[in-house]
């Protein structure tokens, strides 16, 4: 009998350990802040873990987390990284089932992740390409910055490259020979090799930008104010009724 009325309380526990189990698999991301920032309702959030490849070597999981307008499924975001004294390479990432996008990037041999410059750079469905990053004055990445040698990328994926040398002429880049730089954006959404129109990858920096507050804020704000009056003034009726009534 007793283990009988006890069998609907294992079930429950049992069901809320599965659901701690999933909701902790889903939010494994996170760690220390890398950088954030946003504009236009977006915001964005890069952040960095220390983890491990799948053949047990040590690596960092760097995860972004989106919100706002153009941010959906079709969102992509690319690390541009620098190890101190090292050279800028790329890495795509893969979104998760929560919308985080994430890869994990071996350390060996570049030093503490903690020194690197890092640029996560954003392209939204909306068209707009937006970029956060811990190196806000000579930031890595495709929009050539004002210190020489600030928008010099590497190879994709892990291998790194050489820096790319702007191209006055074309507006595009011109790797040096040997290297296996990345394709320059183009008009028609081709690479140089693809014969498309080459154009200058341009990216709007909003590393520790915001909003400021909401617009919802306010209203809610003053919505709250007068819910507060009008309670204050129902009870203060109430009590002068209350105080009536004794005195009959």
Known sequence: MRNAALRPLLVVLASGGLALGTASSASAHGGTKIAEGGTGGVTILTQAEETQ?????????????????????????VYYIRPKGGK????????????IAHTDVPTADRG???????????????????????????PPGPEPASTPGGGATGA??????????TT????????????????????????????????????????????????WVVPSGIVI??????????????RTKDDIADED
């Open 156 to 165: 994709d994926d892990d291998e790194p490259g050489t820096t790319t040398a």
């Open 112 to 138: 503490d992740w903690r020194s690197w410059d890092v640029s996560a750079v954003v392209d939204l469905s909306t068209g707009k390409r937006l970029r956060v990053s811990n190196a806000e004055a000579n």
């Open 53 to 77: 490849t799948a053949s047990g070597g040590e690596a960092v999981d760097i995860s972004t987390t989106l919100e706002g307008p153009g941010t959906g499924k079709s969102a992509t975001v």
């Open 225 to 238: 104010v007068l819910a507060a009056v009008a309670l204050a003034v129902v009870q203060q009726r109430r």
């Open 168 to 215: 006055p002429s074309s507006g595009g880049t011109s790797p040096d020979p040997g290297t296996d730089a990345a394709p320059a954006t183009t008009t028609d959404g081709g690479s140089a090799d693809d014969g498309g129109t080459v154009t200058a990858e341009t990216v709007e920096d909003v590393s520790g930008k915001s909003d400021g507050t909401p617009g």
């Open 88 to 99: 800028t390479f790329r890495k795509t990432t893969t979104r998760d089932e929560a919308g």
